[in-house]
């Protein structure tokens, strides 16, 4: 099968062929790993990945298969797992130092499910490190590259993930989005990229960044792929007490398009203001106008703190990481400095050594924020914006279904463009952080091309209206018919110039 | 600062520092034209009481393994240097 077959293949044709015996788990393993050969020593997507691992996974498959007629969800397919996610018996590093040699003895909740599911789990994508950043620069494995063009990054945290799903070196991925980590890269790679509603999702063996922000969620080339992994990956889980106890997302609650069309869209100003690029702007605009001629309900609406969500984000996320990073002292897990001989000591030089730079900087803002005589300073006035960050989206829900916007101000920028200026990579997020604030699950999908660069449209829904999310998403890829990316392997001589 | 964040910083390094921080905590004063005066505090998003579990302690039988992710083991004790020093008479 070549790439230029595949770049059209959904789960379910990948399901047909497994099932009729065109093809065996083992065939189809090893064209992606054919894949990863060709890619990877360009974009370095990867951090982890084990052929014989894999191919075992797969002989397994055709050993045992299942006894059912109807095969499992994701019988064969490979899932590519930022290296944030515990998969037990190989690395968790996190892109970082401190974690180099950590392999996980449990495994995350959600890995379990795609195991159930009958996914094959092919390897470990690479991060920014502790999945703090927006471009995938500060893993200390080296940069992720975009595959769309190799001198720009995939966007972050979840790059690995993104690259790896635009490259077509796996067909389905996922990753973590706290305030955009999961959507900004996604848009940067022009494929889909989810994040679900707080608490759909099992945050049980993710590592923890800020633990009332962070979401795990698809990566995919489509969107039906993307909500069908969205329902394997959703559901509660004993061992995650901020785990929602409502029934799994299901596929079969997504609207029809009849439905669909009836839906009411909300576009918020503050999201089309001077900050984002007006080609991005421009093309958002222009597939909402689509949508407005399908005879789609549009609304102009206002969420009028906005422009405040950003700060508040960065005050409680930070906050909430300098708390969680504090486990990594040298003593239950990871690397110790050596030499050191005081317990004060070891703290000071292992998290020295084992952290990298924008790390220690949020850990250090994060302490300043929580400090005794800055906490009402800071993060307390963090979680009241939170508040009404949170009662904006309320009051637009009642005026409207959906909210669409641009999911990324810029289009991806080259490598080493922003990693020196802290706040100017922040300001990338200024479009994601809003929902994630308020919980709310929203996606991003690529609605069109930009001088081969993509444009990612985010569609935010209501809590735990997942089922609309993806019902107006389906309704947008059908409608602009804008095709997932499959770029051209690159030629070896440009990639010795690199 | 750095040192209830448990981190350390050569001189150099603490100014490179100060200065990023500096550039970021001004962008914060922002926050400071909004009312907030009546305005609860979020810390999570709930969507409904969260679910209570039984307490009951479970078999897990994977402690080696957790054991040989430390740095540093003996037994079944995690070492760490020496936390109280002799105090002389």
Redesign the interface.
């Known amino acids: 099968m070549t790439a230029e077959e595949m770049k059209n293949y959904r789960v379910s044709d990948y399901r047909r062929i497994l099932q009729k015996g065109d093809i065996s788990p083992r065939e189809l393993v090893k064209i992606f790993l054919e894949r990863c050969s060709q890619w990877e020593p360009f974009i370095n997507a990867f951090l982890h990945l084990d052929a014989e691992r894999v191919l075992r996974q797969a002989e397994e498959m055709e050993k045992f298969p299942p006894a059912d007629e109807e095969l499992p969800q994701l019988f064969g397919i490979p899932v590519a797992v930022k290296d944030n996610i515990c998969v037990s018996g190989i690395p968790t590093t996190c892109g970082s130092h401190i974690l180099e040699n950590?392999?996980?003895?449990?495994e995350a909740t959600v890995v379990q499910r795609l195991r159930r599911a009958g996914a094959i789990i092919f390897g470990k994508t690479n991060l920014d490190q502790f999945a703090m950043g927006s471009s995938t620069e500060s893993s200390v494995f080296g940069a992720t590259r975009n595959p769309l063009d190799l001198s720009r990054v995939p966007g972050g945290s979840s790059g690995g993930s993104a690259a790896a799903v635009a490259s077509l070196e796996v067909p389905l991925a996922i990753g973590s989005d706290t305030g955009g980590s999961v959507r900004q890269p996604a848009a940067f790679c022009g494929v889909v990229g989810v994040r679900p509603?707080?608490?759909r999702v099992s945050r049980y063996g993710v590592v923890s960044f800020a633990s009332?922000l962070d979401q795990v969620g698809p990566l995919s080339r489509f969107v039906s792929d993307a909500a069908l992994l969205a329902q394997v990956l959703s559901g509660?889980d004993?061992l995650d007490?901020?785990c929602?106890?409502?029934p799994p997302f299901s596929t079969s609650d997504i609207p029809s398009y009849e439905e669909t069309r009836k839906m009411r869209l909300g576009i918020p100003r503050e999201y089309f203001s001077s900050g984002v690029d007006r080609s991005i702007s421009e093309e958002v605009a222009s597939a909402v106008e689509k949508l407005a001629k399908e005879g789609f309900d549009v609304i102009e609406i206002s969420l009028p703190?906005t422009?405040?969500a950003l700060?508040?984000y960065?005050?409680v996320a930070l906050a909430e990481a300098?708390s969680n990073l504090?486990r990594f002292?040298?003593?239950?897990?990871?690397?110790?400095a050596q030499g050191?001989?005081?317990?004060m000591?070891?703290?000071?030089?292992t998290?020295?050594e084992g952290?990298g730079n924008e790390v220690?900087?949020r850990?250090?803002?994060g302490?300043?924020a929580l400090?005794s005589g800055y906490y009402d300073e800071?993060y307390?006035?963090?979680?009241?914006?939170?508040?009404?960050v949170?009662q904006d989206f309320e009051k637009a829900y009642e005026a409207c279904d959906i909210l669409l916007t641009p999911s990324s101000p810029c289009f991806p920028f080259k490598l080493g463009e922003k990693i020196s200026d802290?706040?100017q990579m922040?300001l990338t997020d200024i479009l994601t952080v809003p929902s994630a604030m308020?919980?709310l699950p929203s996606l991003s999908l690529n609605c069109a091309n930009r001088d081969g660069l993509p444009v990612g449209l985010q569609v935010i829904a209501g809590?735990?209206r997942e089922d609309r999310m993806f019902g107006l998403a389906l309704f947008l890829e059908e409608l602009l018919s804008v095709e997932p990316p499959i770029p051209a392997v690159p030629d070896v001589k440009e990639g010795d110039d690199e | 600062m750095a040192h209830l964040s448990r981190l350390e910083f050569t001189e150099q390094e603490l100014e490179t520092f100060f200065r990023d921080l500096n550039n970021i905590l001004v962008h914060f004063e922002k926050l400071d034209t909004l009312d907030l005066s009546n305005v609860s505090p979020t810390s999570h998003i709930t969507w409904t009481s969260p679910p209570v579990n039984p307490d009951q302690p479970v078999e897990w039988g994977r402690e080696e393994e957790v054991m040989r992710a430390a740095p540093k083991v003996e037994d079944r004790y995690f070492i760490v240097p020496k936390i109280v020093d002799k105090q002389e008479g």
Do not use: C, N, Q, W
Request: avoid cysteine; proline fraction near 7%.
């Open positions: 950590y392999v996980s003895p449990y509603t707080y608490g009332s509660e004993p007490s901020t929602a106890p409502y703190h422009d405040f700060e508040a960065y005050l300098s504090a002292d040298g003593v239950l897990y990871g690397k110790r050191v001989k005081t317990l000591e070891m703290y000071h030089r998290r020295i952290f220690k900087r850990i250090m803002l302490t300043y400090s800071f307390l006035k963090g979680m009241k914006v939170r508040t009404l949170r802290p706040y922040y308020a919980g809590p735990f």
